[in-house]
């Protein structure tokens, strides 16, 4: 069964502080993705990456960056944290040769940023 | 930019009725469109798509059309169940230099016995 893991459930952080949000896939997917679900905003793409150390950016990408230095594994930071990233954060994967809706979520990150 | 426009929710309804999330989007090519579900604590599954016009997807019981002449892709099930309660997202593939997809806001449905 296709798995896609992220480090954390629930996450609580202070303004200011530096913040890892971890995602691991284990089905070998090539395209791996951030997402943040907003009330009344559906889900955003933040980052986005194709290979190993690629990556291109979504239609949010302030505030955040990424580092992809193991295929399995995608990693959002929030360099200095501020209260309007509080949010859900989804992580997906897919194969390269999929159609682009065939992703894969994880269960997702709450981060509350106080 | 491509964008996609769900009816607001909740939606609520008795187990065994009808329903019908309206779905629609403005693109400027030829898009793929889906829907997704996102059952409480987990994350988003592809329930079913649609490549081109006139295509219906299928699943679980649920269905939705790619309507290319009211650019509409309204999911519908015959009877909903109880264990149908989540949320269902509408959303399209645009091409931007890469693949990506482009989501609506979300509908709940809560359905109850």
């Known amino acids: 069964d296709v798995k896609v893991t992220q480090s954390s459930r629930y996450l609580v952080k202070r303004t200011g502080e530096k913040v890892f949000l971890e995602c691991v896939q284990d089905?070998?997917?090539?395209?791996m993705f951030w997402y943040r679900q907003d009330p009344g905003l559906g889900l955003r793409l933040i980052y986005f990456s194709y290979d190993v150390k690629m990556k291109e950016k979504g239609d949010i990408p302030e505030g955040y960056s990424v580092s992809r230095e193991k295929k399995e594994r995608f990693s959002l930071i929030l360099e200095s944290a501020s209260t309007n990233q509080t949010s859900m954060y989804l992580c997906?994967?897919?194969?390269?040769?999929?159609?682009?809706?065939?992703?894969?979520f994880g269960p997702g990150t709450r981060l509350t940023v106080t | 930019g491509d964008s996609v426009t769900q009816m607001e929710g909740p939606v609520t309804l008795s187990e065994e009725a009808f329903l019908t999330i309206n779905c629609t989007y403005t693109?400027?090519?030829?898009?793929?469109l889906f829907w997704y579900v996102q059952y409480p604590g987990e994350g988003l599954q592809l329930l079913l798509k649609?490549?081109?016009?006139?295509d219906k997807g299928s699943n679980k019981g649920f269905e939705a059309t790619y309507r290319k002449e009211t650019t509409s892709f309204h999911l519908e099930k015959g009877s909903v169940q109880v264990s149908d309660s989540a949320v269902y997202f509408c959303a399209l593939s645009e091409y931007t230099g890469f693949q990506k997809l482009v989501f609506g806001t979300g509908t709940r449905l809560l359905v109850s016995p």
């Open positions: 649609a490549t081109k016009a006139d």
């Open positions: 089905m070998d997917h090539e395209n």
């Open positions: 693109a400027t090519g030829y898009p793929s």
């Open positions: 997906a994967s897919r194969a390269r040769d999929r159609e682009v809706g065939e992703q894969y």
